[in-house]
């Protein structure tokens, strides 16, 4: 056991880090002998340094300064837990300046900052663990840059952001609309008060453009992924699909295809019996398929404060034990392989489910099916349902399943779709995950 403790600064303490402050407290024996030397948090740095932090141990300063970390030579691990990307970033390069080994869980940072970053890093030789901003508590970083490091990955599926699958769970299971599901996550802890990174899918695209950094050695800016979000799924999209034999989950997607790579978070039909598609409530599921191992497949909790301070702990653990320097150097290394190019939007290939509500009135489904058919897009069932509405202005909705075809053929089936005067909205497109 070494005599000299692991001095650990940490800089944020609201929901992930006092959750780290627990387990650095309530489990400092086991820690103790994981590590073979104490832990010991010597400074916490806040925006509101007068707030109550229940947990933390009174002996331990809270200031807001940052250059209290900075300047505190004895300080050789940073726990970063702030979430955005201007504070956080600048912190993030001081203090690697500054000769201190960092821990984070905050994705956005990763996502658009990472490779800048780790390179920083890796000139200074310091490291950076970042378990915690990809799916919380399953360890799905640590997965791709130890366990898997023999395999070629060749895809990557996930859902990733458990707000959107807390939210479509339960629409289905308890007859409720997206806004009543959204209260309901809202008021359970499962939301935000400002849901938007959630449910338009960009939580989730940051998450997987950092996993397919560390399989692809690709960087993929989430503004490049075809992302649509959940926010237009209707409870009876979802009944549908059940009827159908699926389940809409908001589906994250990287995979190869033919030397290059498919990327796309959206929401998407995945066929009952699929673990994709049990995966219920606010739980994430990785499935990687590797060239060795086949498919393996990660679920738990992808967010929440007691998961994600596991992962941060974890990281921590790591730094202690001198494990951090060589994960981190896989990481780097990683960023050495040949990138993949990014598959055009209008690439991918699936059969697509389509709904969209029209006149009931004579010829309408031959002007919707001569539009699929001009852009070259085969049906392989229909269903319309009995009409509503007023008695002089009829409305009927159309369920439609196709075989399989491009994005691109789609997007501009879309188009045109919603130009016919029959058609009453935007028609909903969603991928069959096959
Ligand atoms: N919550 C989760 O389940 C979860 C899961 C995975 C990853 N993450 C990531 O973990 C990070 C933290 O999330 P959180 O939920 O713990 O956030 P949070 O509850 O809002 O806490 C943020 C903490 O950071 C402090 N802070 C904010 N800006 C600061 C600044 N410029 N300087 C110093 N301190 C600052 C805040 O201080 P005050 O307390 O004084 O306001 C607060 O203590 C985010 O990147 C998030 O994406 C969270």
Redesign the pocket.
Known sequence: MSESPLHIGL???????SGVARILSEQHRLLERQCGRRLCLKRV?????D?PRPGLPESVPVT?R?DDILQDESIDLAVQ????TD?ALDYARRLLQAGRDLVT?????ICAHGSELFQLAGRLKRTIGFE??VA?GIPVISTLTTALTGNRIESIEGILNGTSNFILSRMLTDNQTYEQALSLAQKQGYAEADPTLDVDGTDAAQKLSILIRLAFATDVPVEKMIRRGIDRIMLSDLEAAAALGYRIKLLAMARRNQEQLEAWVQPALIHHERTLAQTSGADNIVTITGSAVGRLRLAGAG???MP?ASAVVADIIDYATGRAARTFDAVLRSQTAPSLDIQPQEAPRHRYYIRCTVDDRPHVLADVTDVLGRHEISISSLHQDEPTGANDRPAARLIIMTHQTTEGRMRNADQDLHRLDCVRDQPLRLPVAD
Do not use: S
């Not at 740095?45 to 340094?49: A, K, L």
């Not at 837990?81 to 955005?84: A, D, N, Q, R």
């Not at 869980?105 to 940072?109: E, F, G, I, S, V």
């Open positions: 800089i944020g303490c609201g929901t992930v880090g740095v806040v925006r509101h340094p707030r807001d940052i837990l702030i979430g955005g504070a869980a905050n994705k956005a940072l915690a901003a919380g967010a929440g404060q994600t």
